[in-house]
Nanobody, 129 residues
């Protein structure tokens, strides 16, 4: 069973950048697709970006396309979310998550339907001047 821990959150000014990391332990990320989700107070959870386990298939929510980039380094057992040109509406708690390897899902399913069995505790992102 994989355990996930996020890091890299913090306070940034509008237009700034942050890189979030999702470090895995207990299992190799070679077998897991990973999704980044966010939830702001009073808002529903949103699937931000997801990446497949074995190739470069990715999914991005319309709200972050062109600004966020998801990537993975399986050698480091880590998935990253590079966030550029941050806006106040990007402020939220960000979580990485993974579906169990037995699930038959698409990378889009993971993000749009929040199909995930393993979740990290989250890292907070604040965007303010």
């Amino acid at each position: 069973q994989v355990q996930l821990v996020e890091s890299g959150g913090g306070l940034v000014q509008p237009g700034g950048s942050l890189r979030l990391s999702c470090a895995a332990s207990g299992a190799s990320l070679d077998y897991y697709a990973i999704g980044w989700f966010r939830q702001a107070p009073g808002k529903e959870r949103e699937g931000v970006s997801c990446i497949w386990n074995s190739d470069s298939r990715t999914y991005y929510a319309d709200s972050v396309k062109g600004r966020f980039t998801i990537s993975r380094d399986n050698a480091k057992n880590t998935v990253y979310l590079q966030m550029n040109n941050l806006k106040p509406e990007d402020a939220a708690d960000y979580y990485c998550a993974a579906p169990a390897i037995w699930r038959s899902v698409t990378v889009q399913d993971i993000c749009t339907k929040a199909i995930a069995d393993y979740w990290g505790p989250g890292t907070g992102v604040a965007v303010s001047s």
